[in-house]
């Protein structure tokens, strides 16, 4: 097992996100997290990346470690779980190529930093275009690629995937998500894709949860999911 | 003419010392959205730090233990008095406001404004009431070029910050921890997502302002050899405009509001009674902040403040 986390709460200002939840990934795997606005999708993430406080009782485990004893930095640093945030979040006063080398900031292992960033730009060849434009003035797709680049570079064990798919066109939806069945195929990269886009999500990965107000109400392999009635009724418009 | 020329010489000089410390205000703003209003005590304390450098190394030079040139020990003494000022800067940083990073913008304001006090008090107590006088390490020399009257410490304390300053502006654009400070001034939230910790960041641009600002107390000195406890606190205030004019996140922009800042408080003097002069060139600086809300370069804060 790569990750377990058991029992995770979190509360913003009194107000609790996550009531309890538990979650597993093995290694290599792909899994998704369906649900509504406001469910604690992103809380979630947020959580794992330890970006925001978890309540007593609550336990995160990443190969073994306790997740709860490293500093956000160190969870992708030392533990190597990367992290694309909702909305992209580029630095758009850097450039392409400055993006990717800050990503690689923490890392010792030059060789290694050299061929993760080839290895971005085999995949993306676009960014390589775009190498030395700034990431602000990238279109919407090709900043996605340079949030997944990114990610990529910075810690490949387990990346968490903060809705890739948003403002995406479906072909180019389509091809970053080959993209990263790509990377999870050729890097053994785990996968925690949180998608509003279920029918998508479900057929990217292997399983998937159902968070809904803060709850896990589902979960199961997504054959299960995409057949369950209460998806299809709720996620997949009928 | 030759006394037009001789104010932009020493508008140059005054704006060497707003625009040293001014960088210090500008990068820490930029990159925590927070004014570290104890810099200009830093500014301060660099100089009572180069003095006691240059007068140890001036009383060991005189006992003939080692004897060294004036000029050898004003390098000894700058680059001594940046190393132990930006550890003071990396301490204010740790104990001040590393605590407060999640506090409203106030506190952290309010800190800064103590800090400040106890630097002073502190230099108090230690030193007592007096003025102390930088030792004079290099000789004057006079030029005189057509009726302007230039010395060589005027000419050296331009060159120093300009050479300082480019120093600064060439490690923020090329070199991987300026990237660092780049990358956080935009979003520091994500800063930590790329595996790198906010508080080494935020430690170094501590060390690195507060070091400038060392430079600055002592070039400052060389002028004006006679030092007080208080000297920091009109040159912090007045280096804060200079950051905010030149605009959140700009090298460039601080240095050269530094040294407009210079330029506009001579030239008032020139033309008006000096009691008037801060009178005027602020209300100046008003007026072009009323055109220029965000400064010279700056821009409005972009990134959200939390993911
Ligand atoms: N910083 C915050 N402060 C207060 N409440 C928050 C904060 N972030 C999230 N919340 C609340 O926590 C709940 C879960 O939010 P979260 O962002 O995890 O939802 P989500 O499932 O990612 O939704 P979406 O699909 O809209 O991104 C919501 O009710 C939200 O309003
Ligand atoms: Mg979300």
Redesign the pocket.
Known sequence: MMLEIDNLRVS??G?R?LHGLSLRIDAGEIVCVL??????????LRAISRLVPVEKGGTMRFVGRDLLGYSPDKVVSQLGISHVP?GRRLFGNLTVKENLRFAAFARKDGGGIARDTERVFTIFPRLQERAGQKAGTLSGGEQQMLAIGRAFVSARKLMLL??PSMGLAPLLMMSVFAALQEINRAEGTAILL?E?NARLALHFAARGYV?EN?HIVLEGSSQALLHDERVKKAYLGG | MTYFFQNVVNALQWGSFYALIALGYSMVYSILMLFNFAHGDIFMVGAYIGFGVATLLVAMSAGGAIVLPGWLILILTILISMFLTALLGMFVERVGYRPLRDAPRASAAITGLMIGIILETGNLWLLGARRVSFPSLIQTVTYDVGGVILTNKKIMIVLVALAFMLALHLFVRHSKWGMAMRAMAFDYVVVPLMGVSINTIARMTFAIGSALAAVAGILFSIAYPVLDPYMGIVFGWKAFVAAILGGRGSIMGAALAGFLLGFIEIFVAMAFPSTLRDLIAYSIIMVILVFRPHGFFGEPYSAKL?L
């Open positions: 913003y200002g107000i996100a649900g509504a606005n406001g469910a604690g999708k992103s809380t979630t909702e903060d809705e949180v509003q968070l803060g | 939390r």
